[in-house]
């Protein structure tokens, strides 16, 4: 699909009320993305529903290093929603985090 379909893909599954496994792996997937505009709305969207999206932490993560500005923005806006929405997403930052060899340094 042309990467406007696969923008307004991630606008749709921003705006769901839910956000299934399948929608995390695909907002996930287009985080990775060629062009710009879709990686930011996945940023997005990734956003919009906090406590789905912790799984996707480490993702987001990376995506805050994009070359984009306006999507390393929605990436750090993602992550920090994640957090703040409490559930597993610290929990997850810090089996990262860990997995990194981080731990021993914080």
Known sequence: PSWRVRFRAAAVLGRARELSEEGL????AALSDPVSEVRRQAARALGQHPQAAAPALPDLLTAAGDPDGATRKAATEAVTAALSAGGT????LVQQ???????GRL
């Open 97 to 103: 985090l860990g997995a990194q060899g981080v731990e």
């Open 25 to 28: 792996g695909n907002l996930v």
């Open 89 to 92: 997403g610290a929990a997850i």
